[in-house]
């Protein structure tokens, strides 16, 4: 399926920003419209040149958070992608699994500039913890830890699963007042997290670290909607990165290195 620009101009809703360029180029009609099913999407520029591959078990989600795409909240690596996209095409696929799978093989075929890490397997992540009487201290290391090994492209879920798991935990709590470096795009290393329950809190973290995500699910289904439009749909793409992290944390294989070989950093996933 193709995505083409919407010309007709109705009211705009608050809860999409004017500024936002696919907004503008393809409008607010075009999001709602599109499939709720698993599926994988391309986007292209002007000229037809295909920019980036990607997959998601809900095509109308995942493709609706680009729609919110800020210089105050996305590297700008995200910005310069989405003030390229001028077509949008996408595939439905019958299951998750089957839309990771088909774009895998679609990277491995096309390898678009936007993709690097999906295309060329880094070194992988491992995850520390320590806890304290009031606080769970949270790192990211190459040297080998206590959760992994983790895919590269955890490096940017980290940061989404650590605010899911705050919100369970205090879903009351505005983002002002949530934990230093916690709201950044892409979190430091390196996490200081104040808990009530910090064994319990640790626990969700790795079991989600590790894919499985039922429980933390089931909290933060339990939290009731935000009043905000436009801050409920933030936390639905953030619980939707997690989703498909939950998919490809159990299909990740490290790739293997002769021992004298140093790891390479991995390219950037948006």
């Not at 910090?198 to 933390?216: C, F, H, N, R, Y």
Request: glycine residues 6%; positive net charge.
């Amino acid at each position: 399926m193709k995505g083409t620009p919407d010309t007709t101009r109705g009211r705009q809703p608050s809860l999409f920003r004017l500024d936002n360029p696919l907004v503008q180029r393809f409008g607010p009609r075009y999001f709602n419209s599109l499939p709720k099913e698993p599926g994988v999407y391309r986007f292209f520029d002007e000229t037809g040149r295909l920019l980036y591959i990607g997959q998601s078990a809900s095509l109308r989600s995942r493709l609706g958070s680009y729609r919110h795409v800020s210089p105050d909240r996305h590297p700008r690596r995200t910005l310069r992608l989405v003030a390229r996209i001028h077509r949008i095409d996408w595939e439905i696929c019958g299951t998750a699994a089957e839309a990771i799978e088909r774009e895998r093989l679609l990277l491995l075929e096309y390898r678009p500039p936007f993709n690097r890490a999906g295309t060329w397997q880094g070194a992988p992540w491992w995850l520390t913890t320590e806890v304290t009487d009031a606080a769970l201290i949270l790192g990211l290391h190459r040297k080998t830890g206590e959760v992994g090994p983790l895919a590269p492209s955890f490096r940017y879920v980290f940061g989404s699963l650590a605010r899911c798991l705050y919100r369970a935990s205090f879903p009351d709590l505005p983002f002002h007042r949530y934990p230093a470096g916690l709201m950044r795009a892409v979190v430091p290393m390196s996490l200081t997290l104040p808990f009530q329950h910090v064994p319990e809190a640790l626990q969700l973290l790795t079991d989600g670290a590790s894919g499985k995500m039922e429980i933390l699910f089931a909290r933060l289904d339990a939290v009731a909607p935000s009043s905000s439009p436009q801050i409920e749909e933030f936390w639905l793409a953030e619980r939707e990165q997690l989703v498909t992290w939950a998919g490809k944390a159990d299909t990740y294989a490290p790739p293997h290195r002769p021992e004298n070989q140093a790891a390479q950093e991995p390219r950037l996933l948006l």
